[in-house]
């Protein structure tokens, strides 16, 4: 059974930082490719982030080039979203995402900017 929790959510004033996990079981972790979507209220699910297995190679959507940054710890089965110059637009729930031969989705973590 695929796992994946999150961590790492919560309250920011505009232009600070937060960093999400996700830890993943159950998966053949180092070769799936992972990645972070988003949902704003009112919103459909949106791609964040992507990272795949081998070499790690990433891709962004236009609105967080530059600010935020996907890596991963195969070792520790972890994949981060180092999140900077956060801005208002950018609260919403932020799901962890997997894909080996299907989709797998983590239960989400609030993440809100605000000041």
């Known amino acids: 059974q695929v796992q994946l929790v999150e961590s790492g959510g919560g309250s920011v004033q505009p232009g600070g930082s937060l960093r999400l996990s996700c830890t993943a079981s159950?998966?053949?972790?180092?070769?799936?490719?992972m990645g972070w979507y988003r949902q704003a209220p009112g919103k459909q699910r949106e791609l964040v982030a992507l990272?795949?297995?081998?070499?790690?190679?990433?891709s962004y959507a236009d609105s967080v080039e530059g600010r935020f940054t996907i890596s991963r710890d195969n070792a520790k089965n972890t994949v981060f979203l180092q999140m900077n110059s956060l801005k208002p637009e950018d609260t919403a729930i932020y799901y962890c995402y997997a894909l080996n031969r299907n989709d797998y989705w983590g239960q989400g973590t609030q993440v809100t900017v605000s000041s």
């Open positions: 990272i795949t297995g081998g070499v790690g190679t990433t």
């Open positions: 159950g998966i053949m972790f180092k070769i799936s490719v």
